[in-house]
C-alpha cells in the first residue's frame, strides 16, 4: 500500500472558532445490564410518547376525539373511538431460530433475504399488556414494529380486532429557532473510509485528496469551500467491509482463540492508519467521530463512542471528539441529527420503504429514530427512557453508508428539514457539504 501522506506546504487553514454543543448525551449509556427484558422498554417508549401522539390525534381529529382504554375496549362496540399503543408487526418471512438452527446442520429452509415483508403480514396495536389486530384502512407494509401510533374506528368485539379508519404518529415535532449565519460555513460528512492493509490504489490516493481538502491544500482543483469548513464529521465505519469480510473467512478456519487473536492485530494496525490519518486533520479542523457496525465498538444500540485506545493519538487533540451513533450535536445553531446506517437499513428491510430519504421522513414522522429496537435491532434493554425519540426535530438529518447520494427538503410548518443520504467513501470515492447559511448540500467527488 502506498503511504497516505498530507502536503508539506501549500495554504493551510487555522481552526475556526466553532459554536458547538454536543448532544449526544442521549445515546450516551451509563450502567450497562442486561438483567432486563424488553417489555420496560417499550412501556418506556409508550410512557414517553403517549401524550405527543395524543396531541396529535386532537389537532388531526379534534379536541373532543374519545380516546379508549383497550383493556375496556368490549365496552365501546359501536362507538367511534381512539386508540394509543405501539404496533407489534407479524411477518411471516420473519428471521427465526428454527432458520439459524437449521443452517448448523447445513440445511437451507429459506433462500436469503433482504426483505423480510410478504403479502400475509398483519399488524397488531398493544398497549400495555393488551393487544388487537387492527384492520381497515391501515397501510401494513409501512408500518415497523415498535412504531407509537394512533388509531380511529371501531371494535368489532366477534373477531377481535378494530377496524381503522384513519391513524397518525407523534410527529414531525416542532424545529427549534436557527440562526443564520452572515458568510458560507460548510460542514463535511464522510462515512465508510475503507481502510485496511491493502488498500486499492485509487482509495487511497482519494484518502490523500480528501485530507487535502480538508486541511486546506490548494492544488489548483480545491475549491474555496475548503477555507470555510468548520467541521469534519466522520459517520461510521472506518474500517473496509473487505476486511470483515475476511475475518469472517479466518474465523471459520481456525480456533475462535487464534482468530481472536489474529482479529485483534489485523484491527489494530488499520486504526493505527486511521488515528493517524484523522490526527493530522484535527490540527486545522474540528472532528467528530461516530462508530458504525464495522468499528472496533459494539454492535448494539446506540453504539458508544470509541475507545481513547483505540485512537489514541487523536485524543490527544482538543479538537477531535469521539461521540455516539447515533450523532447528534448543534453546530454554530444547526441541530443536525444522523445515523452510521443501521436504523435506516432496519427499517428497509421489515418495511416496503427502499429508498434512504423515504425512511428518514418516516422517522419524523414517528418521532423515533429506530423504532425496530430492540426487535429488530441489537439495543441495550432500556427501562426508564427510550433514547431515540425525536422531541425536538432537527434541521438536518442524515443517514450515511448507504449506496448513493440524495438530499431533500422536508417542509416542517415554517422550516425547512435537510434529508440527506450519505454514500459510502470506499464505494463512491465522495463527501457531502452542508453550508450553514442556507443548508444547501452538496457532494464533492476524489475520485
Known amino acids: 500500500m502506498e503511504n497516505l501522506s498530507l502536503p508539506s506546504n501549500g495554504s493551510l487553514i487555522r481552526l475556526q472558532p466553532v459554536d458547538y454543543e454536543d448532544k449526544c448525551d442521549q445515546f450516551r449509556v451509563g450502567r450497562k445490564s442486561f438483567q432486563t427484558q424488553y417489555f420496560p422498554y417499550y412501556n418506556a417508549r409508550a410512557e414517553q410518547m403517549t401524550k405527543m401522539v395524543e396531541m396529535r390525534a386532537k389537532q388531526q381529529w379534534g379536541e373532543d376525539t374519545k380516546f379508549q382504554e383497550l383493556n375496556q375496549i368490549n365496552e365501546t362496540e359501536g362507538q367511534k373511538v381512539c386508540l394509543v399503543g405501539v404496533i407489534f408487526k407479524y411477518l411471516e ?78 410527529g414531525p415535532m416542532a424545529c427549534i429557532e436557527r440562526p443564520i449565519p452572515v458568510r458560507d460555513q460548510f460542514i463535511v460528512i464522510v462515512s465508510g473510509l475503507g481502510f485496511s492493509k491493502k488498500m486499492p490504489l485509487n482509495l487511497t ?177 432500556f427501562t426508564d427512557k427510550d433514547p431515540f425519540v425525536i422531541d425536538v426535530c432537527p434541521h438536518v438529518l442524515f443517514a450515511s453508508n448507504q449506496d448513493h447520494f440524495n438530499v431533500q427538503t422536508y417542509k416542517n410548518k415554517d422550516q425547512d428539514v435537510r434529508l440527506l443520504s450519505i454514500p459510502s467513501f470506499e464505494e463512491k470515492l465522495t463527501c457531502v457539504l452542508i453550508n450553514l447559511k442556507n443548508l444547501k448540500c452538496d457532494y464533492m467527488a476524489f475520485n
Open 205 to 381: 490516493e482519494s484518502l490523500n485528496s480528501l485530507s487535502d481538502y480538508l486541511i486546506g491544500f490548494n492544488d489548483g482543483n480545491s475549491s474555496n469551500e475548503s477555507s470555510q469548513v468548520v467541521k469534519l464529521i466522520i459517520a461510521g465505519n472506518c474500517i473496509s467491509k473487505q476486511v470483515r469480510i475476511d475475518q469472517s473467512k479466518e474465523e471459520e478456519s481456525v480456533t475462535s482463540t487464534q482468530w481472536a487473536k489474529k482479529q485483534k492485530t489485523t484491527t489494530a494496525d488499520i486504526m493505527e492508519m486511521v488515528d493517524n490519518w484523522i490526527f493530522q486533520i484535527g490540527k486545522f479542523i474540528e472532528v467528530d467521530i461516530m462508530p458504525g457496525e464495522l468499528d472496533p465498538t459494539s454492535i448494539i444500540m446506540p453504539q458508544q463512542p470509541l475507545h481513547v485506545a483505540v485512537l489514541p493519538k487523536s485524543n490527544t487533540l482538543n479538537s477531535i471528539r469521539c461521540l455516539t451513533n447515533p450523532y447528534a450535536a448543534k453546530i454554530n445553531g444547526t441541530y443536525i441529527m444522523g445515523s452510521s446506517g443501521q436504523t435506516v437499513d432496519s427499517i428497509r428491510a421489515y418495511s416496503s420503504f427502499d429508498e434512504p430519504l423515504e425512511i428518514l421522513k418516516q422517522k419524523l414522522i414517528w418521532s423515533h429514530l429506530a423504532p425496530t429496537a430492540p426487535d429488530a435491532l441489537y439495543s441495550y434493554p
Open 93 to 170: 418471512k420473519h428471521p427465526s431460530i428454527l432458520k439459524e438452527v437449521s443452517e448448523d446442520f447445513q440445511f437451507k429452509l429459506l433462500e436469503e433475504e433482504t426483505k423480510f415483508t410478504g403479502e400475509n403480514d398483519f399488524v397488531m396495536l398493544q398497549q400495555g399488556k393488551d393487544t388487537i389486530r387492527l384492520n381497515g384502512e391501515i397501510k401494513v407494509d409501512e408500518l415497523v414494529n415498535g412504531v407509537m401510533i394512533a388509531v380511529v374506528g371501531y371494535n368489532k368485539d366477534e373477531i377481535n380486532s378494530f377496524s381503522v379508519e384513519d391513524y397518525c404518529f407523534a
